[in-house]
């Protein structure tokens, strides 16, 4: 077996240097109250990017999902208060995502459209179809059982930590183990070779896309719980966040190349930052800029070193 | 003649190593003013990396270059255009949406870039370049709307708009039927005639006897010999190239053919331009697949694939009936198709030689739908050690194999399928010696086998050495269907030039 990939040895080594630097700086950041928001602020961040690392992988790209996420959680307030039970709203926040996911891919698999372009229209088409539903109305007076979907505060983390590692590990060893996965990966590496291959490149690219719809779905439940009321304008530059920790963690922009743990670690690392930032006393305002940096400083590294530079797949 | 000639460009003791590795370890060579000058080598005997020291895109670590008389210490891509030196490459490297007339100003034309273009001037250039070298071309049609060869004669034409004095083709004729190649040849002895060098590179020994005045052997890194094309065989240049004795017949032997493997009925196709096409294969049959490019052969393997779905006709493989929409349907019917770009179609290059193998075969190394990873990689070693593909490793990335051993990997692809007719299209395209006389061996163990191979090839020895039959097709038709017996390449060419020849 391989060892571990170049870049996520890197993201790992720029995630213990920062831990290093707080410890010393700012040894407030590991207590258990902050990691814990920390954890659940940036858990809808990874649901999003694993699916947006399956979009990437067949060398596409999906900037719609800060609004399917609005519409989504919308969606799960509105089903809440109309009664359905927490897990039902869950998989309806789900199957709403996964048709507007349909929607995209349906353009990019079988009309051919550059999925920046659909997802850009979709952004835009579905956020103002969104505004004009609710009037920009807040969803408010959820029932008692939406917040921590019906769990208390302390147990809601748990419940949470189990649902990542269960995706976590079932989206990286579906992409290791199963046909599917490796048709993912030859999609992106190739469409022509992987459909002279047999490989149904059409449905490859419409299936990661209803997946990631789906999975902005779940990661609007899983953010919208936290609250008590869902703001319609949720989500707003979410596909910044999400693209970018996909991207840093060392998934190829233009497909066949990364895993879902570097996904993992770049979500992590983008995700300190802007704590990170507070902890030491440095303006928030630094946290976009440096956020880009680290974007730019990933990129280029692909680009620099494209015959040294081995990212890790598993194909 | 070339003689008393003035020497345009000579190089000696050329080295060059990358990262370790010695690509050229002394090389020395020379060209004449109206000199062909031709560089044989199998793959990675350094042909690419002298071209590249030629050009300026590297530079030596050793070794001098003299042109026309005065060394050149440094040597870049702008010295070499400003000395005179042009290339024109197997893949021609133009700007698509641009027009002829364009690429050549592109390439041409000096001064500030807020100018204004003189369009007429632009366009009448560039129709005089073309006109020079006898080609109809539109200077105003867009790149691509043209085909290969006619994309080759554009960058002659930048070349001779240049005023190049030593010009470099790197496997011209790769792509070219042998009538574009006769075309290369005119434009050739033009050059020549206007006592331009032309450093020659090509695979095929034909063209390299027909065309040049010398030859240099280049074997690892080392120049092995130059001789005059008169002093020099086909087999002693064989030897010196591969320093070994090489066969230089096919491994061709008769097999009994079996049931048909593929039967084609009137097929049609109007969208790839095919229309009533008939032909069958029959298990442990080579069926040759000759015509010019564009007389649709690529379109009919892509037809028979599933790949531009008929829209009349029957495909029958192994007597059942075919509908295939894709890919897909024509693999699960016992189909294989090695295209012809194997680079862009053939393999992914990013996946590793095990991924690759197993690709179009993932069921027989999964076991409910889970991929079995050791039984994927024992299965390609088995490939490897079979087909003597050339490999670090099963797991090594199989863009960095040599393209002889990128086609081995294709194959083994498609074997792994367990095909009954194998589609090969161009299997020795830029292949080098030694593995096409591998390929060659492969295909006829695979006919012996009983699969059916339809070989789609405008290597003329090749499809009169590899072949049980041979169909010629013309205009996306088949034009006739010649025995090994009844095949000469005068035979086959008036087939495929010839609209109402009938055999």
């Known amino acids: 077996m391989r060892s571990i990939g170049r870049r996520e040895a890197s993201v790992l080594a720029a995630i213990a240097a920062l831990a290093l630097v707080l410890a010393a700086a700012a040894p407030g950041f590991f207590a258990r109250d902050n990691l814990g928001d920390l954890f659940l602020a940036n858990v809808p961040v990874l649901i999003a990017a694993l699916g947006m690392t399956l979009v990437i992988l067949t060398g596409h790209i999906d900037i719609s999902v800060g609004s399917v996420f609005a519409i989504c959680a919308v969606a799960s307030g509105l089903l809440a208060k109309a009664g359905v039970p927490m897990p039902l709203v869950a998989l309806g926040a789900c199957a709403i995502g996964g048709l507007l996911g349909a929607l995209n891919g349906a353009f990019v698999a079988y009309l051919r459209i550059p999925s920046i372009v659909v997802t850009l229209a979709t952004m835009v088409a579905l956020r103002d179809a969104l505004r004009w539903t609710t009037g920009g109305a807040w969803v408010q007076e959820l029932p008692a059982g939406f917040q921590w979907l019906g769990t208390t505060q302390s147990v809601y983390p748990v419940l949470v930590a189990g649902l990542v590692i269960i995706l976590q590990v079932a989206v990286s060893w579906g992409l290791r183990n199963l046909a599917a996965g490796r048709a993912v990966y030859a999609t992106g590496s190739s469409v022509d070779a992987a459909r002279l291959a047999g490989v149904r490149t059409s449905l490859v690219t419409f299936s990661v896309f209803v997946a990631a719809g789906a999975f902005t779905g779940l990661a609007a439940v899983v953010n919208s719980v936290r609250f008590s009321q869902i703001p319609s304008n949720t989500g707003i530059g979410l596909e910044l966040n999400v693209i970018a920790a996909v991207v840093v963690g060392g998934t190829l922009i233009t497909g066949g190349r990364g895993t879902p743990a570097g996904t993992l670690l770049g979500v992590v690392l983008l995700g300190m930052i802007g704590p990170a930032l507070t902890f030491m006393g440095v303006s928030p305002y630094w946290e976009r800029a440096i956020q880009g940096g680290i974007i730019l400083t990933a990129v280029a590294v692909d680009a620099v070193r494209p015959h040294v530079m081995r990212v890790r797949s598993y194909a | ?503």
Do not use: C
């Open chain 2, 1 to 503: 003649m070339p003689a008393a000639a003035p020497l345009l460009l000579e190089a000696t003791g050329i080295a060059k190593s990358f990262a370790g590795v010695q690509a050229l370890k002394g090389v020395s060579f020379d060209l004449h003013a109206g000199e062909v000058h031709a560089i044989v080598g199998e793959n990675g005997a350094g042909k690419s990396t002298l071209i590249k020291i030629l050009t300026g895109a590297e530079r030596p670590d050793t070794g001098s270059i003299t042109i026309a008389g005065q060394p050149v210490d440094h040597m870049d891509p702008a010295t070499s255009r400003a000395l005179g030196i042009a290339v024109v490459y197997q893949q021609p490297s133009l700007f698509p949406h641009l027009t002829i007339a364009e690429n050549i100003a592109m390439a041409l034309e000096r001064g500030a870039i807020w100018r204004r273009v003189d369009w007429r001037r632009r366009n009448s250039q560039a129709a005089g370049l073309l006109a020079r070298i006898g080609s109809p071309l539109d200077p105003e049609r867009p790149v691509d709307t043209l085909s290969m060869p006619e994309q080759q004669i554009v960058e002659i034409a930048k070349a001779i708009g240049a005023e190049a004095r030593v010009v470099i083709m790197d496997e011209p004729t790769a792509s070219l039927t042998d009538r574009e190649v006769e075309n290369l040849y005119r434009v050739i002895a033009l050059l020549r005639s206007h006592s331009v060098g032309v450093i020659y590179i090509s695979h095929r020994l034909e063209e390299i006897f027909a065309v040049s005045d010398r030859i240099t052997v280049l074997r690892d890194g080392h120049t092995v010999g130059t001789r005059a094309v008169g002093d020099v065989d086909r087999g002693e240049l064989i030897r010196l190239m591969v320093g070994r004795e090489l066969s230089t017949v096919f491994p061709k032997a008769a097999v009994k053919p079996g049931e048909p493997a593929l039967e084609v009925r009137n097929l049609s196709n109007e969208a790839a331009g095919l229309r009533d096409v008939s032909l069958m294969v029959a298990r442990g049959e080579i069926l040759g697949l000759a015509g010019l490019v564009g007389s649709g052969r690529t379109q009919l393997a892509e037809t028979v694939f599933g790949l531009t779905p008929a829209d009349g006709g029957e495909i029958l493989v192994g007597g059942r009936p075919l509908r295939a929409t894709s890919p897909r349907d024509a693999i699960r019917a016992g189909i294989a198709y090695v295209p012809e770009d194997r680079r862009q179609h053939g393999v992914v290059l990013d996946m590793s030689v095990a991924a690759n193998t197993s690709l179009a075969s993932l069921g027989a190394v999964s076991r409910r739908g889970i991929i079995d990873r050791a039984a994927e990689r024992g299965k390609a070693q088995e490939y490897v050690d079979r087909l003597r593909i050339k490999t670090s490793s099963v797991l090594a990335e199989v863009g960095t194999l040599s393209g002889g051993n990128q086609q081995k990997v294709a194959l083994a692809r498609w074997l792994s399928t367990n095909p009954s007719l194998i589609i090969l299209d161009e299997p020795t395209q830029g292949v080098d010696v030694g593995s096409k006389a591998e390929i060659h061996g492969l295909m006829q163990m695979l006919a012996e086998r009983g699969l059916g191979i339809l070989m789609i090839s405008s290597d003329l020895p090749e499809i009169l050495g590899m072949s049980d039959r041979i169909a010629v097709m013309h205009k996306g038709t088949i034009r006739g269907v010649l025995t090994r017996a009844e095949a000469t390449q005068p035979a086959i060419m008036s087939l495929a030039l010839d609209p109402d020849s009938h055999h």
